[in-house]
């Protein structure tokens, strides 16, 4: 079984300059979530989506950064414009709904964004 | 008040000896709880969950359960310097919409 899928690895981009993280999720997993994760922390959820739709957004920082999951598999995160305290892994996680979720999330190798 | 606190570390033992990761939480209303070890530059693994009061083992890992006092520990018995990475605790509400809070993480350092 293929294990949750993220590009780019690693970017490095100036202030103010823009980028995108993509997710594909586990297959069947309806359930997708972006982490923030500074060096040195615990990973803070920055958006959920159930298939296509929004769960919880409360942590995102709506003025910069944007999430979708138009067709209910995969997603991308963006952010517009950078500031250095963005610079952190973004980490994909998918889970299972339903009666056998246990809660467990699947994470992806993450994303490791540099901004200079 | 964070929600979930944990000591960051590192905490340091001998290969061989028991490793005890404790953590605290503050929403009364969490029903399941979990350990994610993450090696340095890669992504949190699942290792151990919990959901009742009192212990769960699974190998060398027991899982340990205290609602009333709001912690929860991991007890890594036999440790290896493979065991040495950051141990996050995280813990949520029943119901696929609640989402998992996690706590800093302790680092742990198995040294031969």
């Known amino acids: 079984e293929a294990g949750v899928a993220q590009s780019p690895r690693y970017k490095i981009i100036e202030k103010r300059q823009s980028v995108a993280f993509w997710c594909n999720p586990i297959?069947?997993?309806?359930?997708l979530y972006w982490y923030q994760q500074i060096l040195g922390q615990g990973p803070k959820l920055l958006i959920q989506?159930?298939?296509?739709?929004?769960?919880?957004d409360s942590q995102l920082p709506k003025d910069r950064f944007s999430a979708e999951r138009l067709k209910g598999v995969d997603s991308t995160l963006k952010i517009q414009p950078a500031k250095l305290e963005d610079s952190a892994v973004y980490l994909c996680?998918?889970?299972?709904?339903?009666?056998?979720?246990?809660?467990?999330?699947?994470f992806g190798e993450g994303s490791r964004l540099t901004v200079l | 008040q964070k929600e979930v606190e944990q000591n960051s570390g590192p905490l340091s033992v001998p290969e061989g000896a028991i490793a005890s990761l404790n953590c605290t939480y503050s929403?009364?209303?969490?029903?399941?709880f979990f350990w994610y070890r993450q090696y340095s530059g890669k992504s949190p693994e699942l290792i151990m969950f919990?959901?009742?009061?009192g212990d769960k083992e699974d190998g060398r890992f027991t899982a340990q359960l205290n609602k009333a006092s709001q912690y929860v520990s991991l007890l890594i018995r036999d440790s290896q310097p493979s065991d040495s990475a950051t141990y996050l605790c995280?813990?949520?509400?029943?119901?696929?919409?609640?989402?998992?809070?996690f706590g800093r993480g302790t680092s742990l350092i198995v040294h031969p």
């Open positions: 929403d009364r209303g969490s029903q399941s």
């Open positions: 919990i959901y009742s009061n």
């Open positions: 989506f159930q298939n296509n739709g929004v769960v919880d």
């Open positions: 996680a998918s889970s299972l709904v339903g009666g056998l979720n246990t809660g467990e999330l699947f």
């Open positions: 297959s069947g997993h309806a359930t």
């Open positions: 995280a813990v949520k509400r029943s119901g696929g919409s609640y989402i998992p809070t």
